[in-house]
């Protein structure tokens, strides 16, 4: 466990914010920051930058959920949210907002440490298939590029497929580019001189 983290809590119960204070340090987590307004929030994130976000509030609603999604930047890191009670379109709404962790009936000190531990790899999880997927669609656009740019050559040259990848290869070798860049450079003149 990451005990080096800065983790934002936004509580707006004095004693309440004592209480999870007391439970991430009793975690472990020693760099912690309360704020007790989501109002204040993306004001904090900016300045502070925190690594988690830990929220609890009692009754949140469908436009709060919404505006902590895009001001706490949850697809960048992980969020936690507690509640007391919520319903079908809530959880539908902090899903579609990023949270990475939504537990219904309140903040207990003694479920803290493990939820926040579930949100932090739970959001782990879901980055690196994002970055998979991020890469994947990365791969395909290039192939893409590199075959129109293979076929440029194909009709300008008269010459075979693998003839034509092997001399974007070679271009590329020697002008000590990515076989990509050469190819866009390519499409990119081809789509010029039309």
Known sequence: MQTDLKILVVEDDPQKARDIIDALTDGGWKNLSVIGSAGALERTITTQDPDIILIDLANPDRDTLEHLGLV???????VAMFVD???DAMTQAAISAGVSAYVVNGLMKDRIKPVLETAIARFGMFAKMQSE?????????DRKTIDRAKGLLIRAR??????AYNLLRKTAMDQGRKVIDVATALVTAAELLQ
């Open 85 to 87: 009670r919520t319903d």
């Open 158 to 163: 008269n010459i075979s497929e693998d003839e």
């Open 133 to 141: 997927l991020d890469a994947a669609k990365q791969a395909l656009t």
């Open 72 to 78: 706490s930047n949850a697809r960048n890191r992980p």
